[in-house]
């Protein structure tokens, strides 16, 4: 923020008065909590309701100034670190401060929070800022907390609030844990704030904000994701994970979320998932990862091997108490039993199931390394009880040729079933399966690989059968009502990738890949996609960057797909020639330049491939023929894919263009024009 690197440059007569003014509006705030104190009427009076306003606009700017002065921005992805002008003010007032009384003014957090505090004589500036700060936090919690139980109706301002949790993040990511001993900071930060000083306490009073806010906020979306962002700035530092684990609020905290009864049912889906994420992610570094970090391992050397090896096992005691839950709660549905069929339908059992796909799809976002093993038994346990299930190259032949795939479908794939007719949920499902393309697929062995292949063909097979039909009726005036091809269509891309960054040396030459899964699925799920529903932007865009993706990275493998896949790829690639926009026309034409370079260059190593192509290749050099140099329809921003595009195409035909460049020369009704 360009606000915070000119109160940086200025700190001396910044920091002053930034604390001055929040210390005489809480104080006016504090004041006027007291005098609407048991009178519910002066507390709803528009005379109160003006004061307040006011109050909470001077907060919210001076919570984002004070926020955006003391750390740098913390959301930009870089790695935090603490300011070099916040560093050398605060060393620069040590002569006139007192490492035990910044202490002391830290250590007041949480405590007589509907009170003014006096801040002792000899604080750090820097310390009193972020501590005045944080008490706008604690009495703004305080009261929320009252108006909640009805006492008064003086409610919390949003806005404020999520100031004050940005802050909070910043903060937490910035300053609370870091190591002194890789660290240039003042005596005073270093003993409030750092793993070796005073941390922990801030780290306590952070989980009490997580703690009391998560389900207050529950019914406010973009506050409760602000809680989240925060949450995840704790659980991203693994030495700030590991110490937040030594509260039992934390746990407590985590127990509630996955409850039956959990405040998140009235909270928003993707605060669910978000939240479950940043939990499971807070395991993904025990330990015994530390010393792989250059960052992490001097922060080793702060505990003995037995704090280690305490650590480790506590967070494997603590990814239990998330996914067992979970499994029972999946388990209690008994969705396999006759009685589930009946029952499915009814609200309380539809929320059940909205709420847990939620969840457990944030745990397999957050999956890593270090939590795999135990997410791929749980995946197992949801998705094929009681059976085994993998795919190998010819059940993927079988299934592109429109062969079913799998016996009875059990688990969380019922769900498709099911729930084909309701759209929420079943979108809800499919982002379940979407979720474990993109996080737990790219890290499996590939020993364990063809199981997961097996349920996502499965799951793509059950959605085909339930929608035959029912899509070709929709009008392209609403993506929502696609969406659930849009999971799809980011199922593909994920299986696609995985073959780039998973580690293929290690797996066996006739090992099947992702794009082999992709393209049988792309085969299940083609025959739904009209022409009619590609006139949705979205969809139609993921759907020809997907085709592009095959063509420019697997022609080979488009080249040898069955003839009914095949002739529907080349159709949509000539129907994006013309139908849909230049940005899907340009893309189309990168296709074509990709698929032709392949046929030029690798097509005599698959003779078989390349005469297939061949036909194809001519009549879409005709194509683009025209449209370059006969109709000249394309703009300048296509101008370069067009030419390209034609380069190629004309290398695999010499005779083709040839004879079309024959046929424009005929054409012309002038002499001249033809010598031209």
Known sequence: CSMGTLTRAILPACVPVLTQLLEERLGRWMDAYRQCAGNLAL?????????????????????????????????????????????????????????????????SLGQHVAEAVSCPEGTDPVIRLMVDVMRVADFQRYIHNQSSKGVMAMFPSPQLSRSLFWYMRCWCATYVMFNANTTDASASLRAALSVQGGGKSCLQWLVDQLTGGLPLWAGDSDV???????????????????LALDTPDFWQLTVSC??????????????????????????????????????????????????????????????????????????????????????????????????????????????????????????????????????????????ASGASFGGESLGILALIKHYANQSDVLVSVLEFFEALSSSMLPLVTASNAPATYAVLLRCMQLYSAGNQGKLSSLSADDDEQIEDLLVFMKL??????????????????HQIEGVDVSLCGLSIILPLITPELLQFPKLCEEY????????????????????VLFQAMVKSLELGLSNYGAEVMKMCLEALTSVAEWSCLKGNLHPDQRARLQPVLEHFLTIVFNKVLVNQDQGMAELNSASEALFSLLCCSQATYRQLVQDLIAAQCEMSGRQR
């Not at 990814?319 to 396999?336: A, H, T």
């Not at 593909?492 to 030459?509: A, N, P, T």
């Open 43 to 107: 507390s709803q009076s528009p005379d109160t309701a003006k004061s307040l306003a006011g109050i909470y606009e001077d907060l919210h700017w001076l919570v984002l100034l004070s926020g955006h002065t003391l750390c740098y921005d913390c959301l930009s992805g870089e790695t935090p670190t603490l300011p070099k002008p916040v560093r050398d003010f605060s060393a620069s007032q040590q002569n006139q401060t007192s490492v035990e009384a910044s202490q002391l003014y830290m250590k």
């Open 492 to 509: 593909f891309d994920h299986l696609i990738s995985r073959d780039y960054w998973h580690d293929s040396s290690q797996e066996s030459s």
């Open 258 to 399: 996955v409850h039956s009864n959990s405040w998140l049912r009235s909270a928003s889906g993707q605060c669910s998932v978000s939240l479950l994420s940043a939990l499971v992610k807070g395991c993904s570094a025990p330990p015994s990862s530390w010393g792989e970090s250059s960052t992490l391992s001097s922060l080793t050397k702060l505990f003995s091997h037995e704090q280690l090896a305490q650590v480790e096992q506590r967070m494997s005691s603590f990814l239990q108490l998330m996914l067992k839950p979970l499994e029972e709660r999946f388990v209690s549905l008994q969705i396999g039993s006759p009685d589930f069929s009946k029952h499915c339908q009814e609200s309380v059992v539809k929320e059940e199931v909205l709420s847990l796909m939620r969840l457990l799809r944030g745990v397999f976002l957050g999956v890593s390394s270090a939590t795999l093993q135990t997410a791929f038994t749980l995946f197992c346990n949801l998705c094929l009880p009681n059976q085994g299930g993998i795919v190998s190259a010819e059940d993927l032949r079988a299934v």
């Open 224 to 242: 409760l994701q602000d809680l989240v962002d925060l949450l995840s700035s704790l659980t991203e530092c693994p030495v700030r994970f590991h």
């Open 544 to 563: 020809f960057r997907i085709i592009t993706f095959l063509a420019e990275f697997h022609a080979g493998k488009v080249a040898g797909l069955p003839d």
